[in-house]
Nanobody, 122 residues
Framework: VQLQASGGGLVQAGGSLRLSCAAS????????MGWFRQAPGNEREFVAV????????SYADPVLGRFIISRDNAKNTVYLQMISLKPEDTAVYYC????????????????WGQGTLVTVSS
């Protein structure tokens, strides 16, 4: 599956953004979908994951209560709604597809989008 992330940009602290990840080549419902992020000088870290039919979601502690992952399989798209953004949320955000739900490490994901930059100013 090919993934294309979009929706990043510059936002002030406290603001919101919605990221999208469009899939092509395969049916999105074949995969659990995750979002990861990578800030300069840091390793890629888990943000959120959603199961194939939206029955289950999981979030990293730093974003719990502020970010919501969702998907629309009919549109072959996954979303990450981000509110109450903080400067420490600044990173390149990546969507990724996995054959199995629940993993929080990048090596468990088989396909990756190119990333979209989110910059939160203080």
């Amino acid at each position: 599956v090919q993934l294309q992330a979009s929706g990043g940009g510059l936002v002030q602290a406290g603001g919101s953004l919605r990221l999208s990840c469009a899939a092509s080549g395969r049916t999105l419902s074949d995969y659990a979908m995750g979002w990861f992020r990578q800030a300069p000088g840091n390793e890629r870290e888990f943000v959120a994951v959603i199961s194939r039919y939206s029955g289950s979601t999981s979030y990293a502690d730093p974003v719990l209560g502020r970010f919501i992952i969702s998907r629309d399989n009919a549109k072959n798209t996954v979303y990450l709604q981000m509110i109450s953004l903080k400067p420490e949320d600044t990173a390149v955000y990546y969507c990724a597809a996995s054959n199995v739900y629940g993993f929080q490490t990048p090596d468990r994901y088989q396909s990756w989008g190119q990333g979209t930059l989110v910059t939160v100013s203080s």
